[in-house]
Every structure is written in structure tokens, then in C-alpha cells.
């Protein structure tokens, strides 16, 4: 599986403490891994994801690749520039309309020579397929929204590789590790390669979106990735829906509703470590993370790790909220 990938980042990505903010919760030392460094166009967790699909797109001989997201999505900005490396004709589908000016992951997916349709705003699902259609014959290679089937959930099951031996090397033990959850490809990566890897660490996955943009729920998507993964990866494990954790207490407000919440995480980590973390994404999770240290509800002493998945782009569209 492994030299089914597409160099497109800088792995593996930093662990360390933060300092600072394990003398504050002083029961708890905290590490972050650092995957908004994956340089790809600024990073995110997307990087590890596309190594694998832009591989099969090329293996497919794929003249484009379609994918769908917000405007401000991490995803289609770091598939944009994976495209641009790879050299295929990147086209994004975002919801919206167009607007005056561009800003953030919009203003670098335009800048990365992606071809942009705005979608409108009715909730209508869109369809990909048929801009497939439109574009013949013209081959093209349509990855769904976030990335999330089995081949971009690979790109996480060899990040749990990397962590092992980075923790091997640096003498660590890790009890849990937060991220944020949103199309569930990093989940089901990383619970496939806990499994694969044999490595012994809590999930905490803050569940950032209110609805579903799918028809599946977010359970059911990640299960759907799991089971196909097991047969993939000859894991002998049946996974059923209780063995996906999702923790629903930070997701009240609608997606990419920056709140009092997100604002309050953001300036707590770029204040005590000089660390940015996004609105929509990392911001919701590292306010879960945070409130569930204060309440004391893990285990004294445990160590337990913020995997950071990226997403400073977005930052400069919320300028006017800070
Ligand atoms: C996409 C994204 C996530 C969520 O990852 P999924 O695999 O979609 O669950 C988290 N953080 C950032 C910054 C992202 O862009």
C-alpha cells in the first residue's frame, strides 16, 4: 500500500509539548502533532489524505480531478495544490456564490490554478458526476468531499505508523489523543491503524458539524471506510458502531459558526505558545480538549495529544470577529 502514495508533503510532522498549557491544566501533560505542517500550501491533514488519491488519479490516467467543499475548505485549497504539483486540472465545486473579493483558502485555490463553480446556496445535493459529464472526454477522477473514502483514510493509517515510531524514538507514552471530526476519513485512518499498529491510545474526536452533508450520518460513513479497510488491510476485527466515539458537546453552533468558544481556544494557544488554530475546525476541537481538562474527567497525570489538522487559511476570512 505504502508506494501507492504521491510525495506531496513533509513527513513526519513535529511532536512536542506545550509547555506552557500543561503548567496550566497542571494535571495533564499536553502534546500536539503538528500536521498543519505538512507544507503543503500552508498544510492540513488533507496532505496525507491526497498522497494516496492523487496517486490513483495519475494510476487512472485522470486528465482532472473534481472534488466539493465549502468556499473556505481546507481540502479542496490543499487538492488544488496537490493538482498543481501533479499536474492535473483541478476543478472545486463550492457552495456559495461568487463573492466580490476572495479571501483566505478561496484566494489560494484561485491562486493555485483551480477552476471554480459556485454551487448556490440551496441545499441541493451536488452533483459531481455531472460536471464529470460535462467535462468528457476529458477523463476525470472525483474525490468526495473531505477526501473521505478508504483511499484517503490510508494516508492516516500511515500517519499511526509515524506516530509509533516517533513516540518509540522520543521515549514517549501517549493515554489520548483529541482531533476534530468532520467527513471522518482521519478518523477511520486512525482507527484502522491503531488496529494495524497495534498501538494502545484513547480516541477523543470532537464532533465539529450540527448536521450532515451527506445522507450518511458521520457514524455510518466512518463504519462504511472501517469495514472496507479491514478487508484492505486484512485486519481481523469487526468494527461495529459502538466502537465510534464522537463527542457531540462542542458542535451547538452550525458549521463554520466561529463562537466565543472557538475565539477563546485560538487566543489561548497563539497567546501561551505562539500556535494559530482555525475557526472551524481545530478552534472547536481545542475547546472541547480544553474544557474537558478542566473538568478533570481524564485520568491525573494521563499525557494526551492535540493532533492539529490545519486550516490557517481561514483564519483571515474572520478577521472582522476578532
Ligand atoms: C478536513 C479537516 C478536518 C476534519 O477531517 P475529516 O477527515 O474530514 O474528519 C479537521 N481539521 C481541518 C483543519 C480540516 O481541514
Known sequence: MTNHKYHL??????????????????????????DDQTGLASGGNKTRKLEYLIRQALDKDSDIVITAGAQQSNH?????????????????????????IYQGNLLLSHLLGAK??????DKKEIDLKTLSKKLAPKKSYIIPYGGSNITGAMGFVDAVKELKQQLNKQNLKIDYIFLASSSGGTQAGLM????????DIKLIPIKIDKSETNDLSLEEAILK???TGCRLLNIKKEFNRSDI??????????????THREKLAINELAKHEGILLDPVYTGR??????????????????????????????????????
Open 9 to 34: 508533503g513533509f513527513f513526519p510532522t513535529p511532536i512536542h509539548q506545550l509547555e506552557k498549557l500543561s503548567k496550566i491544566y497542571s494535571n495533564y501533560n499536553i502534546y500536539i502533532k503538528r
Open 76 to 100: 479542496c485549497r490543499q487538492t488544488a495544490a496537490a493538482c498543481a504539483v501533479a499536474g492535473i486540472e483541478c476543478h472545486l465545486m463550492l457552495r456559495g456564490t461568487k463573492p466580490e
Open 116 to 121: 471554480i463553480h459556485f454551487t448556490g446556496n
Open 285 to 322: 476541537a481545542f475547546y472541547g480538549m480544553m474544557d474537558i481538562l478542566k473538568q478533570k474527567i481524564l485520568q491525573s497525570g494521563s499525557n494526551v495529544l492535540f493532533w492539529h489538522t490545519g486550516g490557517l487559511p481561514a483564519l483571515f476570512e474572520y478577521a472582522k470577529d476578532f
Open 192 to 199: 484502522l491503524g491503531m488496529e494495524l499498529y497495534n498501538l
Open 225 to 227: 471506510i472501517l469495514t
Open 245 to 258: 466515539k464522537l463527542n457531540k458537546n462542542y458542535n451547538q453552533a452550525e458549521y463554520g459558526v466561529l
